[in-house]
């Protein structure tokens, strides 16, 4: 295991902040799988995934079996991690500048075309590796100044090449889900089988400010276009295929649960060819994957006490109840209902809720939004 410290600008005198990579395999060595834990800083289930995994790829290189390249940055946003207020974690927005940490990642697309344009051949792999050589000299010229740049540079330094990445998330409360790419799908789809995810949500463009797996495989499914409307027809294959993984909520944070996590990303890698040895057999999908403009999301009408009626992974028909919101200086109780048919998949955490706020998320199999798919 090769360990590597990437050291972030500072931000102020005398405070020096690193983000750690642990690499295994032999650079270059495909395929190559990037894996990263906790990018929103208070979700936790990844961080302990990536404990159990690395020792497993630990094992697995003493006994010569990692056959590709691995890539595992276990704590992904240290500055988050450091961010607290009133006690409470605060890892989704930095303070500095209320940016999401998971949001304004480079276009990478345009930045190849910039590059590639007028270069590329009828040679579809040749064309795969010259872009990729077009990105990193574009990553090799970027100066950040700020931490937050500094981390976003590095993270996409460490995953661009990569032709698997994933991005390990979680949400409130929730059952295990995945957001990709359609152009994604076919290459994840195993691995939502093993990882048993009981929602996938799948979009072309979410339409909300760059979050960093979509700008990965971005680079694939966009430069093409970019291309033909330039009239170069040439083969591009898909370079890499990104998801974000939401292992469940913030506090499924257990070692039975990590450890099954952990199985089953190593049952993929299997599956992969990047680590040695038999994958096992797929097993049946829980879901099959709808597209993220189908998704609903309940909001509150009015202010009140939160009381759920449905549970996360419950089966919903349209108008089904799915919480009720108390006022008890009123003593009204206004029930909230499904507006669209599927699995209510995500849910918050608090049980008092102000008006117009995020209930939870309905997974429809019907689109029926466009513009901004995802929250801020």
């Not at 070692?255 to 996590?261: I, K, T, V, Y």
Request: with cysteine.
């Amino acid at each position: 295991m090769d360990i590597r410290h990437h050291p972030l600008p500072a931000a102020s005198l005398g405070r020096q902040t690193t983000v750690t990579s642990l690499h295994f395999g032999t650079p270059g060595a495909a395929p190559k799988v990037y894996l990263q834990a906790s990018l929103h800083a208070e979700e936790l289930p990844g961080m302990l995934v990536a404990h159990h995994l690395r020792q497993q790829l630990q094992a697995a290189e003493a006994a010569g079996q990692i056959q590709g390249e691995v890539v595992l940055v276990p704590v992904a946003n240290p500055l988050g991690l450091a961010q607290r207020l009133d006690h409470k974690p605060m890892g989704r927005f930095e303070f500095s500048s209320s940016e999401n940490f998971n949001r304004h990642y480079p276009d990478l697309a345009q930045a190849a075309f910039e590059r590639v344009s007028g270069r590329l051949t009828q040679d579809g792999a040749a064309n795969v590796a010259r872009v990729r050589q077009a990105v990193a000299a574009w990553l090799a010229e970027q100066r950040p100044q700020t931490e937050l740049q500094g981390l976003r540079h590095t993270l996409v330094s460490l995953a661009f090449d990569a032709d698997v990445v994933i991005d390990l998330h979680c949400d409130c409360e929730a059952v295990m889900h995945f957001y990709t790419e359609r152009a994604c799908w076919p290459a994840l789809e195993p691995l939502s089988r093993y990882l048993g995810s009981e929602a996938v949500l799948l979009a072309d463009d979410i339409g909300n400010g760059g979050p960093f797996d979509e700008q990965l495989s971005g680079l694939w499914s966009q430069l093409p276009g970019l291309l033909r409307s330039a009239g170069q027809d040439v083969p591009l294959p898909m370079g890499c295929a990104s998801t974000t993984v939401e292992l469940r909520g913030e506090a499924d944070v257990t070692h039975p649960l990590a450890q099954q996590d952990a199985a089953a990303l190593w049952a993929y890698l299997q599956h992969l060819g990047a680590v040695a040895g038999p994958a096992p057999a797929l097993p049946p999908a829980r879901c099959e994957a709808t597209p993220l403009a189908g998704s609903e999301t309940l909001r509150a009408p009015c202010p009140g006490v939160l009381v759920y009626l449905a549970d996360v992974g419950q089966r919903l028909a349209t108008g089904d109840a799915v919480a009720e919101i108390i006022d008890p200086t009123l003593g009204t109780v206004h029930t909230v209902r499904a507006g669209t048919a599927g699995v209510f998949y995500a849910r918050i955490n608090h049980r008092y809720i102000q008006a117009g706020l995020e209930i939870g998320k309905i997974a429809g199999s019907v689109p029926f939004r466009t513009g901004n798919l995802l929250g801020n």
